[in-house]
Structures are given as C-alpha cells and as structure tokens.
C-alpha cells in the first residue's frame, strides 16, 4: 500500500547511457514532481506536472525529459548520462496545485554514473 | 524570488530535552511554510505546515513551529526529544500563487543522544 512508489531504488550506469526512473502514486493526486538532492543533501525542484499537464519546468538540461502517461504516474527519462547526474532523485504528489497541499515523497532513486 | 535559511548544519541535544531547529524565510507576501523530515535512505515525510491563523502549529509526532511574522522565522520545536527524533529536518515555504514551487532549506541534521 505504499502512497508513492520508484523503481528502480539503486541505478548504476555509465556515462553517455540513457536511463529512465519510473514513478506512482495511489493517493488520488493529480500533482506530481520530480526533484533532485544532490551530495550535499540540497533539493531542487526539476519538474512539476498538474492532470498530465506540464506546469514546472525549472532550469534542467534538456537531456531530461518527463513524461507523464496519466495523473497517477510520472516517469522521467534521461539521455546521455554525465557524471554529474548522480544524486538521488524523488518523485512527489500532492492535490492540487493549491500552495498549501503538502508533498508526499517516494523514497528516491539513487542514481551512480560511473 | 523565495529563500529559506537554516543556520545550523547539525543540532545536538540530549533525550528528554527540549529541541529547536531554526528556520527563517523569505517571500513575496504571506508564507506557507512547512516541515519534513528525512530518515536514512528514504524519502521526506510531512511533519506540519503553517497556512493561517494560530502561530503555534502543532504536527507529527509531538513536533510543533512556531510562526514570528516580524522575524520571518518558523523554528520547530519539541518539548522532549527522542533517541529515534534523529533524522534531517527541511524548511520549506511556498507563496500563495498557484503554480508557485516549495523551495527548501539545505537541512538541520538532528542527532539526540541518550
């Protein structure tokens, strides 16, 4: 039953490969996010999609490329892979887009480019 | 643009203690603010939020924050802390705007020993 759920949980590649991180929620949500956390334990949002809509797109190379086949998945594909791409990556939902819906996180996809 | 500032990389304090992990902010009007917390290895889990009203906000596991609008400060607080409190602490506020982003702190590392 878990709210939101990644896969894979560990991702080790190697540089110039492309790899795609996939993402679910069952809470009804019609928001989802992707964000990065870097070494430094730092968050950033990356992208932000509403109802399949995409509402944020923040400064991302465009190696990285959401994609969001209905409201209750939202996967994000990256091409190209550098090495400073490792960072582990979550994946949220919310209701709504209102400002005081809080986030539920999955528990992050650790990605190592080697 | 909006900012949020945890002064403190790491807070330390023993059980039974009262706890604060600071936080200030600032934003273009009136904040929403919020709380996370994240354990080794998983994602970040919603402790409380502040919207209106009450300064005093109380959350999970016997957390609460307190809004000071003057000192544009939301410092969480817990009158007793646990060995199990351990964990990284976020700050995070958003404006009121629609489709405006949570922009979070770079995270209070809590340790509380016995």
């Known amino acids: 039953d878990t709210a939101v759920s990644q896969t894979p949980k560990y991702l080790v590649t190697q540089m110039g490969n492309d790899k795609s991180i996939k993402c679910e929620q069952n809470?009804?949500?019609?928001?989802m996010y992707w964000y990065k956390q870097d070494s430094k334990k730092f968050l950033k949002i990356m992208f932000s999609?509403?109802?399949?809509?995409?509402?944020i797109n923040e400064t991302v190379p465009n190696r990285f490329s959401p994609k969001s086949p209905d409201k209750a998945h939202l996967n994000l594909h990256i091409n190209s892979l550098e090495l400073g791409d490792s960072a582990v990556y979550f994946c949220?939902?919310?209701?709504?887009?209102?400002?005081?819906?809080?986030?539920?996180f999955g528990n992050g996809t650790r990605l190592t480019v080697t | 643009a909006q900012s949020v500032a945890q002064p403190e990389d790491q807070v330390n304090v023993a059980e039974g203690n009262p706890l604060t992990v600071k936080c200030t902010y600032s934003?273009?009007?009136?904040?929403?603010l919020f709380w996370y917390v994240q354990y080794p290895n998983r994602g970040l889990q919603f402790l409380l939020k502040?919207?209106?009203?009450?300064?005093l906000v109380k959350g999970s596991y016997g957390f609460e924050a307190e809004f000071n609008k003057s000192q544009t400060s939301f410092h969480l607080k817990k009158p007793s802390a646990l060995v199990s409190d351990s964990a990284l602490y976020f700050c995070?506020?958003?404006?009121?705007?629609?489709?405006?982003?949570?922009?979070f702190g770079k995270g209070t590392m809590l340790l509380v020993s016995p």
């Open positions: 949220a939902s919310s209701q709504g887009t209102g400002a005081n819906s809080p986030l539920h």
């Open positions: 809470l009804g949500h019609d928001t």
């Open positions: 999609y509403n109802n399949k809509e995409l509402i």
């Open positions: 934003v273009s009007g009136n904040p929403y």
């Open positions: 502040y919207i209106t009203g009450d300064n």
């Open positions: 995070a506020v958003r404006d009121h705007s629609g489709y405006s982003t949570l922009t």
